[in-house]
T-cell receptor, first 112, second 116 residues
Framework: GEDVEQSLFLSVREGDSSVINCTYT??????LYWYKQEPGAGLQLLTY?????DMKQDQRLTVLLNKKDKHLSLRIADTQTGDSAIYFC????????????FGSGTRLQVQP | GAVVSQHPSWVICKSGTSVKIECRSL??????MFWYRQFPKQSLMLMAT?????????EQGVEKDKFLINHASLTLSTLTVTSAHPEDSSFYIC????????????FGPGTRLTVT
C-alpha cells in the first residue's frame, strides 16, 4: 500500500535554510512532488522529481531523493516569512494518470 | 496557463440540503479530474476519480450515493453533496490532468463547505 509520512512542524529564522523531510513506502513511485498550501487556499506545485533522479534544484529549492531509503527532502534556501505555509509531499505511482497520495503536511513557521 | 477554478469558493448550507460544487479547467481539456477532501489541519484524502463520459471511481469508504460526481465535459466536473450533514463540513479540492498526459495535476483553489 501507499503511505507517506512527514514531520508536523518546523520553525526556522528568516534567512536560514529549511529542510522538510518525507518518507514513503511504495517503491514503485514514479513521481514525487512538493506542494505548498497557504491558509485557506488550494495547493501550489513547487517542484517535482522523477524517481530515477537523485537531486533537482530550482532557484531556492533543492529536492533530494534517496530511493534506497525511500526518503525525500525539500530544502528552501534563504527562507523568507512568505514561505510560511504547509508543505505536502506526494507520490504518484503511474505518472500523471492517477491520484496523488499526500503526506500529512509539515507546517513551516518562519520567524522574522 | 493550466488554471483550474472551483465554484463556489465557500458555501454554508443547512442539514439535509444538497450542495453542488463545480470544478472547471479554464484553458485546457481534462479527461480526468480528482476530488479530494481536507479536514482542518489534516492532509488531502482522495474521494473519487472523475473520468469524462464515464462513471466516477470512488475510494473505499466514500458513499457514491451521497457524493454524486458528474464529468459531463472535458472542462467540467461537479461534486454534489446530497443530504448534507455537519460531518460533511470540509474543504473540498479538485484537480485536473491535461488530456495530453502531463505528469502534473493542476489543483483548484478549493471549496469550503460548512453544514449547519
Amino acid at each position: 500500500g501507499e503511505d507517506v509520512e512527514q514531520s508536523l512542524f518546523l520553525s526556522v529564522r528568516e534567512g536560514d535554510s529549511s529542510v522538510i523531510n518525507c518518507t514513503y513506502t511504495d517503491s514503485s513511485s514514479t513521481y514525487l512532488y512538493w506542494y505548498k498550501q497557504e491558509p485557506g487556499a488550494g495547493l501550489q506545485l513547487l517542484t517535482y522529481i522523477f524517481s530515477n533522479m537523485d537531486m533537482k534544484q530550482d532557484q531556492r529549492l533543492t529536492v533530494l531523493l534517496n530511493k534506497k531509503d525511500k526518503h525525500l527532502s525539500l530544502r528552501i534556501a534563504d527562507t523568507q516569512t512568505g514561505d510560511s505555509a504547509i508543505y505536502f509531499c506526494a507520490e504518484s505511482i503511474k505518472a500523471g494518470r492517477r491520484a496523488l497520495t499526500f503526506g500529512s503536511g509539515t507546517r513551516l513557521q518562519v520567524q522574522p | 496557463g493550466a488554471v483550474v477554478s472551483q465554484h463556489p469558493s465557500w458555501v454554508i448550507c443547512k442539514s439535509g440540503t444538497s450542495v453542488k460544487i463545480e470544478c472547471r479547467s479554464l484553458d485546457f481539456q481534462a479527461t480526468t479530474m480528482f476530488w479530494y477532501r481536507q479536514f482542518p489541519k489534516q492532509s488531502l484524502m482522495l474521494m473519487a476519480t472523475s473520468n469524462e463520459g464515464s462513471k466516477a471511481t470512488y475510494e473505499q469508504g466514500v458513499e457514491k450515493d451521497k457524493f454524486l460526481i458528474n464529468h459531463a465535459s472535458l472542462t467540467l466536473s461537479t461534486l454534489t453533496v446530497t443530504s448534507a450533514h455537519p460531518e460533511d463540513s470540509s474543504f473540498y479540492i479538485c484537480s485536473a490532468i491535461h488530456t495530453s498526459g502531463s505528469y502534473e495535476q493542476y489543483f483548484g483553489p478549493g471549496t469550503r463547505l460548512t453544514v449547519t
